[in-house]
């Protein structure tokens, strides 16, 4: 499993983040912003994170872009899966695109933005 539940954050501690600590005492004013993205993303994981039980496919960003597009791109390299039914693309560690690879091509089913 990716997760345990150390990893879980609960409502609380995020609107805490959110507020620079004042959680639920903050203002009901609808200008309220939060104080610091940081504090947010350090309890945040990345997308990629919940996928790593996939194969990963390291992607150069020509083939990204044209996967952001839509379209298959061939998997090249010594230790390129030749067939999985599920794994994800990736770009610079960033993660493009949830598909399937069918005869060597990584074909893109749900896309994410860069």
Same mark, same amino acid.
């Given at each position: ?9 609960? %409502? ?40 790593? /039980? ?12 044209? %996967? ?5 791109? %061939? ?12 794994? /994800? ?26």
């Amino acid at each position: 499993e990716p997760f345990t539940q150390e990893d879980f954050v609960t %409502i609380a501690e995020l609107e805490t983040a959110r507020f620079g600590g004042q959680g639920d005492e903050r203002s009901d004013s609808a200008d309220t912003v939060p104080a610091d993205f940081d504090a947010i993303d350090a309890l945040l994981v990345d997308t990629s994170a919940a996928l790593d /039980c996939l194969p990963q496919i390291a992607i150069s960003d020509d083939a990204a872009t044209k %996967i952001r597009l839509g379209n298959p791109v %061939i998997i090249r390299g010594r230790d390129a899966p030749v067939e999985a039914e599920e794994a /994800c693309a990736t770009a610079r560690g960033k993660l493009v695109a949830i598909g399937a690879i069918e005869q060597g091509m990584f074909k893109p089913k749900r896309v994410f933005a860069g």
